[in-house]
């Protein structure tokens, strides 16, 4: 197993030592670009490189110890390094997961082959002839470089060819060492150069596929922000365009509205004069022929005055309903439990015998006291209404707070409604029920709902036939 020993006294500094510095820093450049990028395999690559150049360096122990360079231990040593630099490798060239416990096994078998061969070497204290050695180290870098120059035809940008040509140079020089007389000392020391190569190039080639990625991510970002760019110059446009479509469109909802109001209110008063003028003739008529009017007539003169008092009271409706919407909000602390005790005492005289009031704890709100007292009125005098049939009515009103919001209800086991309709119930002149039922003009919850939506708030309802109504409306808490 040993080979004759070299003259320390001849030629103290060998070219092997030069390859082993060089191999050196190629391990901590790859150690760095590990530790750095976490390139994939390079950490492999640096434990490989790094046990190739300690073997290296073995010939200077050779001249400092007297070790000799053959012996056994240190090609251990370098059959270590070069599993790692395959391993490295097989990452490195981005072989796919499925195929690389096959490529390894394809890749490694010579420096398996080699080891066995030390080993039964060592064991019959045989010597193994240095062409062994080229043969399967051959074999071993071939195989690489025949890796290397696939990966190269599946990333073709990514530099895999010139690590292929470096493997390539390893078994090219191998062959060489088989056909020149192996004392050839300058041929030696040549044979270092691939190794070389290859330990710098693989570094290099990954510094350059990082440029090249980097490069590639910058102009994907550039593109990126030229298209966010103009995107958010398409979205301003937009944004510009559908802000003056809705500005346009609410100022023409607004001067709708203003109109409707004008109207609402001009026609109210103006209707007012022909009522009084009615109602004065039907009054003069039961005043001065009251006694000799026959009953048939006396009967029309009783609806006539009848239908007056309605259009009298649905002209009254139509004015608070131009009002909400034209009144500036006055806007305050408002005690909603105080305000409501109020409009409790004012309806509970005219309301059925046995009706009862179940009143739970109503959060203060800020807003317009008038408005809200004409909501609870409005709600409070619907649900007194429409329990009027009930034999044992029942009113529950109470308050749960939500998202910033108190919700506030007004519940009743009266006649209530069928769902079908809930949407004409906050609408002007929609009724549910007939006139001869209940009275009504069919304005209230449609100024209930004018006053909460002032107010930034929103209005519902539910309900069953027969089976009472419950209506519910937001306001912002305080």
Known sequence: MNSPSIDNTVQPYLGTDVGAFVLALAAVLCAVLWRRDHERGMGWLAAGIGLIALWFSSHRLHVLLGIYVNHSPWWYVLAAGLLALAIGLVYYLGVPAERRRMVLVLTLHP???????????????????????????????????????????????????????????????????LIVPAESVLLRYWALLPVLVLAITLPMVSLVRQRRALETEVARRTLAEQALQALNASLEQQVAERTRALSDANRDLRASNQDLESFS???????????????GIAGTMRMVHGKTLPDEVRELVGRIDERVK?????????????????????????????????????????????????IGDLPPVIGDAALLRQVWQNLVSNAIKFTGNTPEPLIEIGATRLDGKVEYFVRDNGAGFDMSHASRLFGVFQRLHGASDFEGTGVGLAIVQRIVQRHGGEVGAEGKPDCGATVRFSLPSV
């Open 111 to 177: 420096v398996i082959l080699y080891i066995l061969l030390l080993v039964v070497a060592e064991l019959t204290e045989a010597q193994v002839h240095r062409a062994w050695y080229n043969i399967f180290v051959g074999m071993f870098f071939g195989g690489l470089g025949a890796l290397a120059f696939w990966a190269a035809g599946r990333e073709p940008r990514a530099g895999h060819g010139y690590v292929g040509a470096a493997l390539l140079l390893i078994p090219a020089l191998s062959i060489l060492q």
């Open 265 to 279: 209110y001009s026609v109210s008063h103006d209707l007012r004069t022909p009522l009084r003028a009615i109602s």
């Open 310 to 358: 309605r259009m009298a009271r649905l002209i009254d409706d139509l004015l608070q309903f131009a009002r909400t919407g034209r009144t500036a909000l006055k806007v305050r602390h408002v005690d909603m439990h105080s305000i409501l005790n109020e409009v409790v005492d004012e309806l509970k005289p005219a309301a059925k015998a046995g009706l009862r009031f179940s």
